[in-house]
């Protein structure tokens, strides 16, 4: 089996999620920019670190 494709559809799959949230919060244009910027070029670790810190989208789950 090829692990690595799998994991490297997750990963993308996570990012763009992260991405569209980050776009879809009340952040600043700046930070907004900043958070994608960040996801893109540190594709784990960015992701992991928007999960902590990053801005949440606006739209309510509940």
């Known amino acids: 089996m090829e692990y690595a494709g ?4 997750i990963v993308l799959a996570l990012d763009i999620w992260a ?3 980050v776009i879809g919060s009340r952040a ?4 907004k920019v900043l958070w994608v910027l ?3 070029v540190l594709p784990i670790l960015g992701f992991i670190i928007w999960l902590i810190a990053g801005p949440r989208s606006s739209r309510s789950v509940v």
């Open 6 to 9: 799998i994991g490297g559809l």
């Open 19 to 21: 991405i569209v949230s």
């Open 28 to 31: 600043s244009t700046g930070a």
């Open 38 to 40: 960040l996801i893109l």
